[in-house]
């Protein structure tokens, strides 16, 4: 029998199925992602980003909330892609928010100097 059989009738193997959905999951996720993206207008594409970045602390919650629940005997990989996904999901955050601060700082008038000043 092949792999695919093996997963289907949930041989010895079994249990990868749901690993194999999620990564299909993953895929086509990333597939619509990049069809919505590249239809947003560049104008729009700043102010999109950063909103979607500031989301992106929901993997920060995840990834503590994940960390906090882990047994002593969680295995020394998933222990480093939590902190790298806290890492990663900690930097998209500030980096949300540094460009829409810039970007709300373009809006902002500008101090008016006076003549007499020097």
């Known amino acids: 029998m092949n792999t695919v059989t093996v997963l289907a009738h949930g041989g010895s193997e079994g249990m990868y199925l749901p690993l194999l959905a999620n990564i299909g999951l993953m895929v086509l996720a990333g597939f619509v992602g990049f069809t919505v993206i590249s239809k947003v207008p560049n104008t729009l594409h700043t102010p999109l980003m950063s909103g979607t970045n500031a989301i992106h602390g929901i993997v920060v919650l995840g990834a503590l909330v994940v960390l906090g629940t882990l047994d002593e ?13 806290l890492i990663f999901g900690t930097l998209n955050v500030v980096g949300g928010f540094v460009v829409t601060d810039r970007m709300l700082g373009m809006f902002k008038a500008k101090p008016v100097e006076k003549k007499g000043d020097a």
């Not at 005997?73 to 996904?85: H, M």
Request: charged share 0%; glycine share 16%.
């Open 73 to 85: 005997g969680a295995p020394w990989g998933v222990q480093i892609i939590l902190l790298i996904a």
